[in-house]
């Protein structure tokens, strides 16, 4: 699709939605993937669940499983809510979007016409700067799919969730560190998970 699109639109600005708010093996999806791809033809991606869970649950699941590749790939990177997001639902995707270095903010009419004074008070933090991130953590792709039954590894969830209001992270995942991306970081925490690939015990 990024292929076909890009052919015929050579200087149009093209997006990929990846997501849908769960990392259920049964859908087939690969975060890691499709940023991959995206970045090979010049495609952003949007991630299409930023908001279904507040700051700092959301951002330490699939959006931040989304976002980390599209930084490793020189992929741009846009979220994208459900419609009837809260004034503080938007504050949080503001800071989300703040910590990602994103390029765009995409949202519903509705929802900044619902929260202007969100917008307005924080209008001044829309720019893009790259987020300084020096500490990963470890998404065990292997034990993941090992474990269908289990939309996300929940421990790794919440201790993400608690840990950003001390640091920022990326989260990796096996796809990630083969292609290198740990050279970007100086810590690697492995929260959760009994099995992996050879491969990646090695390169760790």
């Known amino acids: 699709v990024c292929r076909i699109a890009r052919h015929y639109f050579p200087q149009s600005l093209l997006e990929i939605p990846i997501g849908g708010g769960s990392e259920n093996v049964m859908y087939g999806q690969d975060t890691t993937a499709l940023p991959k791809i995206a970045g090979r033809y010049g495609v952003d991606a949007r ?4 908001g279904y869970a507040a700051f700092p ?3 330490a699941t699939m959006i931040k499983r989304i976002a980390t590749p ?10 994208e809510p459900p419609n009837a997001i809260s004034a503080d639902g938007e504050g949080s995707r503001i800071m989300e979007g703040i910590s ?8 519903w ?10 917008f307005r008070d924080y209008a001044n933090f829309f720019t893009q700067e790259r987020p300084v991130v020096d500490v990963a953590l470890f998404f065990p792709t292997t034990n993941h799919r090992l474990h ?3 939309i996300f590894p929940l421990y790794l969830q919440a201790v993400g969730t608690k840990l950003r209001d001390v640091m920022d992270f990326d989260i990796v995942d096996e796809e990630l560190i083969a292609d290198a991306a740990l050279k970007h970081y100086r810590v690697l925490v492995w929260i959760e998970g009994q099995f992996v690939e050879e491969r990646t015990l ?3």
Not at 109 to 117: C, E, L, Q, T, V
């Open 47 to 50: 991630s299409t669940h930023g």
């Open 100 to 107: 990602f270095g994103n390029r765009g903010f995409w949202d």
């Open 148 to 150: 269908p039954d289990i």
């Open 202 to 204: 090695k390169i760790i």
């Open 109 to 118: 009419g509705g929802n900044p016409m619902a929260s202007p004074n969100v």
């Open 70 to 79: 599209c930084k490793i790939y020189g992929v741009p990177h846009w979220l």
């Open 57 to 59: 649950m959301g951002y």
